[in-house]
């Protein structure tokens, strides 16, 4: 996978970033040991890390830069089956910001030759302050791997005899020619940040996201876990009531029974008496015992009443948001940002479209067709082959200001 660092037209290494710095360097021959397998980094172990694969002239100015992420295991050892062709891929890159010597050869996630390898890559940070280029950019001047530098060899001036000619004017440069090509390398730098920028933009939300659906899942399953709980208690309630009638009812019956054997208890009062007595003690036993289930069934209702009404579980992230009172912030287009209260975060998640087009006042079918004008400002007008016609018009900025049937179409069609 990896060659020689140092080839015929320059060097090779590879340098670990830690967010915008520069973490760790190392020449090309040295990570193919790790990928070899012959040595770990105990420090990296079970961590993805983010690296760049950096191509050096011989005077060590930067020709082209490969963003690449690489699993290390428990032991510290490289993924044995990552097999990304960096090196073809670095002399395969487009072009990318000029570094000090020319456009570089750039190979990121939003400019990968290969689309089979865009989920290996990964892409830079070009934020003012946080600008990963800048870094590897002074790392590769201090030189901390000890390149030597080579220096372009210059012609020596022999004398010759030769008639006296004239020396040819050089050619003026063409300043429109410069300005078109440095106009030129502009836009493609602000191409790539936008591309960069976006794509870190879907990664924090698919990271939010993927959070949320965690906690959201977590609180799921405790509401299923005290739902169940719920019901266990009401089954026992419910036999616990059943058991009390069935205890109320041979009370009754043994009063019933106390009633009807008064005459013989008179007959024989000392037999009576004694049996009276055991009677007495059993009903006041039973009695005592049905106070006892009456408690018990006072206790399970306000137990039961308690995990209903519970508020969230401590130290879980949706107790934190709301005893800070945090905010979650979406954008849509037509309102822009817009901050989620605590109570919005669920239902909002369940259709973040419908949320978006109430807030603008519309509901969610008219919202959906300004939003594909906003998206794709062409006329909407069908012809007889049923295409559209596709004329290119004003878009309308305004979910609000949007009539259909009329903003979506060109001034021909709208006649």
């Not at 760790?24 to 770990?40: H, I, K, N, P, S």
């Not at 300043?175 to 794509?199: D, F, M, V, Y």
Request: aromatic share 6%; hydrophobic share 35%; net charge negative.
């Amino acid at each position: 996978m990896m060659s020689a660092d140092q080839a015929t037209e320059g060097y090779s290494a590879v340098f670990f970033m830690d967010g915008s710095r520069v973490a760790r360097q190392m020449r090309a021959t040295e990570f193919g040991a790790f990928l070899d397998g012959y040595v770990g980094l105990s420090d990296l172990a079970e961590t993805d890390v983010k690296a760049v694969l950096v191509d050096l002239s011989g005077d060590l100015s930067i020709q082209a830069l490969v963003f690449f992420r690489i699993w290390f295991d428990e032991e510290g050892r490289a993924d044995s089956s990552w097999n990304v062709p960096i090196e073809d891929l670095a002399r395969r890159g487009a072009k990318g910001p000029d570094l000090g010597n020319g456009s570089i050869r750039l190979v990121c996630r939003s400019l990968c030759p290969d689309s089979r390898f865009s989920e290996e890559l990964w892409d830079p940070d070009m934020t003012p302050g946080n600008n990963q280029f800048q870094s590897i950019r002074k790392a590769v001047d201090a030189n901390t791997l000890k390149f030597r530098k080579i220096e372009p060899a210059e012609s020596e001036d022999i004398p010759v005899l030769a008639a006296a000619t004239e020396p040819k004017p050089e050619p003026k440069e063409d300043a429109s020619s410069k300005e078109r090509t440095r106009l030129a390398q502009l836009i493609r730098e602000q191409r790539l940040r936008i591309k960069t920028l976006q794509s870190v933009h879907r990664d924090s939300l698919a990271d939010i996201q993927r959070e949320h659906r965690v906690e959201l899942q977590t609180v799921r399953n405790e509401l299923t876990e005290l739902e169940q709980k719920y019901e266990r208690i009401r089954l026992n309630n419910e036999q616990l009531k059943k058991r009390l009638s069935e205890r109320n009812e041979q009370y009754l019956a043994l009063q019933e029974q106390v009633a009807s054997e008064g005459e013989a208890l008179e007959r024989d009062d000392a037999k009576s008496g004694a049996e009276l007595v055991l009677l007495q003690e059993q009903l006041e036993r039973r009695q005592r015992e049905l106070e006892s289930r009456d408690e018990k069934i006072i206790a399970l209702e306000q137990e039961n009443y308690e995990l209903r009404h519970r508020e969230p579980t401590e130290d879980t992230l949706m107790e934190e948001l709301r005893k800070q009172s945090v905010f979650l912030v979406a954008y849509h287009a037509g309102i822009g940002h817009v901050t989620l209260p605590f109570d919005d975060i669920e239902g909002y998640f369940e259709n973040p479209v419908a949320y978006a087009a109430d807030r603008c006042g519309l509901n969610e079918p008219a919202y959906l067709e300004w939003l594909g004008h906003y998206e794709n400002p062409v006329c909407q007008h069908g012809n007889e082959s049923g295409d559209a016609c596709g004329e290119p018009i004003m878009r309308v900025s305004q979910p609000g200001d949007f009539r259909a049937g009329v903003d979506d179409r060109c001034e021909q069609h709208q006649a």
